[in-house]
């Protein structure tokens, strides 16, 4: 018998819902599958950026670094932010910058100006994460928050998944100003609708504002994604100057944020999240998950266009079915663990992914393209298992004081673990495609630099399953959390 956890603070809701949930949620979801799928499709016209607007894949590389260190500098001061602006003004505000931010990129024709765009989009976005999770957390009661969590999944899941696809269909046929031009109405529609139904849901409390801990948390977190994400750019190693300042920097403005938040009375960020032991581990679990994603999407299209010399549009349409499963299963294994709990999902998802990445690791210049398929589906689904049920059962431990704290951690540690994901693994396959040319008897042979490739890819992918074991080793402390309504237990 799986143990539990109980948890002893009453939901808000517990006294009838004053608001009808459904439309909340549509209004989120419309305006958080547009942010998803901008940014998977502009990834995918990347190649084709170099070409229109004349700059190297170094440059090109700010539109992503821009975005994420944009997130990474917001969404940790985005618990503050949702204890001063209530739900309306912070959505609003939301699908403004978004609105604004796609509408400068279609309009683009340079890459200063698309940069700026980005930026805005990045706004949008780190306003809209934690506001969705923080929203979900207090509409829906403990035990229906698995299948709503599920849906959120089902969308998000989607955009990334049809992003590439339709992303390749746009540029061979039209320009990858359409990535934007398609989002907008989108946009202003999810803007209309969350106008007419979003109602105000959290309660605002304004804590006092510490300049000095949003400085820290700019310069540390900020810090440690720009370093990061150097580090993980072509031409630029662990030892280049930038990326070790940036992370010194970054580490040591860190050190002094987390001193200064255990210090105050009302501290900006509230870091008493981590003394709720489910809550650590489903953390560790989603950030080891975002590690994986992240390097094995990055990792993967380079392999399929590199290794294999597929166009953007068929190695989107290899990466299509993992994609919309992933999506399809995030609903059923929201049910599973309304009715289960965490423990039987996420340790046999950390299995298959395991395996999978295993069998990654074995992948050649002539893998079948249906095995490259079946193994992407199967790695989404092992993570379909564990992302949504960590998350929840994780968030489920806190009080509803910390709702908008323990999200703002976990997403602002996503945007880390994220960075360091993708860089370690672009790290391991550049040192392993040296390694093979090193010891290559004609390098100077094209299919000798396509074998070089796959060469550093399989060393990448062992990395991602050296993650899933961690993340495996980890899962056996996992407890479902019981939200107990009626007698305040301690932890």
Not at 175 to 188: D, G, Q, T
Not at 412 to 428: E, N, R
């Amino acid at each position: 018998m799986e143990g539990t956890v109980n948890a002893s603070h009453t939901h808000p809701l517990d006294e009838g819902p004053k608001y009808k949930p459904l439309p909340i949620l549509i209004s989120l979801l419309i305006s958080g599958f547009i942010g998803m799928f901008s940014e998977t499709a502009l990834n995918i016209a990347i190649s084709d950026l170099l070409v229109v607007l004349q700059i190297t894949p170094a440059t090109a590389q700010w539109l992503t670094t821009g975005f994420l260190l944009t997130l990474g500098i917001l969404v940790p001061i985005s618990g503050l932010i949702l204890q001063w602006f209530t739900t309306r003004q912070l959505f609003v505000a939301s699908l403004a910058f978004s609105i604004l931010g796609t509408l400068t990129a279609a309009l683009a024709g340079s890459f200063e100006v698309l940069m700026v765009a980005r930026v805005l989009q990045a706004i949008g976005t780190g306003l809209m994460i934690p506001l969705m999770f923080n929203t979900i957390l207090i509409i829906f009661p403990p035990e229906k928050r698995g299948a709503a969590m599920g849906v959120i999944g089902l969308v998000m899941m989607f955009a990334p998944a049809i992003g590439p696809t339709l992303a390749g269909l746009l540029i061979e046929h039209l320009s990858w100003h359409w990535i934007f031009w398609i989002s907008l109405p989108c946009l202003v529609f999810g803007l209309v609708f969350g106008i007419l139904f979003m109602k105000n849901v959290s309660v605002i409390t304004k804590p006092p504002i510490d300049v000095y801990s949003i400085i820290l948390s700019t310069i540390g977190f900020g810090g440690l994604v720009f370093g990061f994400s150097k580090a993980g750019e072509e031409h630029t190693d662990w030892g280049s100057s930038i990326v070790v300042f940036s992370l010194v920097i970054g580490a040591a403005a860190l050190f002094l944020f987390v001193l200064r938040q255990l210090s105050m009375k009302k501290p900006m960020m509230n870091l008493s999240v981590f003394k709720y032991p489910m809550f650590v581990v489903g953390l560790v679990m989603i950030l080891l998950c975002m590690m994986i994603i992240l390097s094995t999407m990055l990792i993967l299209p380079l392999y399929l266009q590199n290794g294999r010399g597929l166009t953007p549009l068929e190695a989107g349409l290899v990466l299509l079915p993992g994609g919309v499963l992933n999506g399809l299963m995030s609903p059923i294994m929201g049910s599973l663990f309304d009715k289960y709990g965490p423990k039987w999902l996420v340790i046999p998802g950390l299995i298959i992914a395991a395996v999978v990445l295993w069998f990654f690791s074995g992948v050649t210049t002539a893998s079948s393209l249906a095995l490259l398929i079946v193994l992407h589906s199967s790695l989404f689904i092992g993570i379909s298992m564990i992302m949504m049920p960590a998350q929840t059962n994780g968030l489920n431990q806190l009080p509803s004081e910390l709702y908008p704290d323990g999200t703002a951690v976990m997403n602002t540690l996503q945007q880390v673990a994220g960075a360091v994901g993708t860089a370690v693994a672009v790290s391991i396959l550049s040192n392993g495609m040296t390694d093979y040319m090193r010891t290559s008897v004609n390098p100077l042979d094209p299919l000798e630099a396509i074998k070089a490739f796959t060469f550093g890819a399989q060393h990448s992918f062992l990395f991602g399953m050296a993650i899933a074991i961690i993340g495996l080793m980890t899962a056996f402390f996992i407890r479902r959390v019981r939200v107990d309504k009626q007698a305040m237990q301690q932890l």
